[in-house]
């Protein structure tokens, strides 16, 4: 079924809707159009938990806005798939490369975000979103612990208690979705399968050509099958029981983004009773949300990126270790 061009009037489709909405939002700061373009009912759930309501998104970005007037977002990709007839899902991957004022001297922070949007005739329905904080704090000189241990853990709400979806290549969190690149989407499903829940680190190669990139948080990038294993074992060796649970998946082929990719939102349910990389233990489970782009040619993944709130994780775990004086912090 075509798109009806109702789901991303007055541009010209939702790539070009996502990157234009974007920039007036957070480039030309147009905060109030957050009004039209949010539903009054609108629920976004990020790194620290769920915000419902829209004035809850106008309230945090104008806060972030304030925060960093010099920000600038670029679109890197935008994997979009059709949600419907009126309806698509985005995954918006933004990075930015600002100048920050620290300390008396320009510091520049690189970053990446990614938004995955839900629009249902040109309106925000649900929103699902991951920034790499850990690279803010690390390129501003700040402690990452002591950044978490003053931001509040507000826990998930709506689609986010409920179990993964049992079939996600039919029905992801944000509904039905075509079947579309289903040989390629199987694959990755069986790559995150094997590899990241199967703990099979070894067929990493049997998915991912040798010359693989990984984009991961901290501004990290991180090259052949060798780096990703060490990478992947380091996420969830604080978390040896971790297993992720795939809540919904997208694809697009575009040539201006080097052809196929598959977007998928995942969360990573695990205890925190391994490795003490975020101080003592605590033996209570915390739910990590994260997001992945695919870059598959011929078959095979060439590129990855990730990206998660490792700051948000801190704070999540401290909140169960009763460290810090929480604060009302902005999610958005």
């Known amino acids: 079924m075509p798109l009806d061009p109702v789901a991303y009037e007055p541009y010209q489709d939702p790539d070009d809707f996502i990157r234009e909405v974007t920039d007036r939002i957070w480039v030309q700061r147009d905060v109030s159009y957050i009004l039209?373009?949010?539903?009054?009912?609108?629920?976004?759930?990020?790194?620290?938990?769920?915000?419902?309501?829209?004035?809850?998104?106008?309230?945090?970005?104008?806060?972030?806005?304030?925060?960093?007037?010099q920000h600038v977002g670029q679109a890197e990709d935008v994997v979009w798939e059709a949600r419907g007839g009126d309806a698509f899902l985005s995954s918006h991957l933004v990075f930015s490369s600002d100048e920050n004022l620290v300390d008396g001297r320009m510091i520049r922070v690189r970053k990446r975000t990614v938004a995955n949007c839900l629009y249902?005739?040109?309106?925000?329905?649900?929103?699902?979103?991951?920034?790499?904080?850990?690279?803010?704090?690390?390129?501003?000189?700040?402690?990452?612990?002591?950044?978490?241990?003053?931001?509040?853990?507000?826990?998930y709400e709506g689609s986010m208690t409920k179990p993964a979806p049992a079939d996600v290549l039919a029905v992801g969190d944000s509904g039905p979705r075509p079947d579309d690149f289903r040989t390629e989407c199987e694959m990755v499903l069986e790559f995150l399968q094997e590899v990241w829940n199967g703990r099979r680190y070894q067929k990493v190669t049997d998915f991912m050509v040798r010359d693989l990139f990984l984009h991961t948080v901290g501004d990290t990038t991180i090259v052949r099958p060798d780096g990703y294993q060490r990478d992947l074992l380091a996420l969830v060796a604080p978390f040896p029981d971790a297993q992720f649970a795939?809540?919904?998946?997208?694809?697009?082929?575009?040539?201006?983004?080097?052809?196929?990719?598959?977007?998928?939102?995942?969360?990573?349910?695990?205890?925190?009773?391994?490795?003490?990389?975020?101080?003592?233990?605590?033996?209570?489970?915390?739910?990590?949300?994260?997001?992945?782009?695919?870059?598959?040619?011929?078959?095979?993944?060439?590129?990855?990126?990730?990206?998660?709130?490792?700051?948000?994780?801190?704070?999540?775990?401290?909140?169960?270790?009763?460290?810090?004086e929480f604060t009302d912090t902005n999610i958005y």
Do not use: K
Not at 138 to 147: I, K, N, S, T
């Open 36 to 69: 039209d373009n949010y539903e009054p009912d609108s629920i976004v759930h990020g790194g620290l938990g769920t915000v419902i309501g829209r004035d809850g998104v106008v309230d945090g970005s104008l806060m972030r806005i304030a925060g960093t007037p």
């Open 120 to 155: 249902r005739r040109g309106r925000m329905v649900e929103e699902w979103v991951v920034r790499d904080e850990l690279a803010d704090a690390l390129q501003r000189g700040l402690d990452p612990d002591e950044v978490a241990r003053g931001l509040r853990f507000r826990g």
């Open 246 to 324: 795939v809540r919904d998946v997208q694809t697009n082929h575009s040539e201006r983004y080097a052809g196929l990719r598959i977007a998928v939102c995942w969360v990573m349910r695990g205890t925190y009773r391994g490795t003490p990389a975020f101080g003592p233990l605590t033996d209570q489970p915390v739910d990590l949300l994260g997001v992945s782009q695919f870059l598959v040619q011929g078959g095979r993944i060439v590129r990855e990126v990730r990206v998660f709130d490792e700051i948000a994780l801190r704070a999540q775990i401290n909140a169960t270790r009763g460290d810090g």
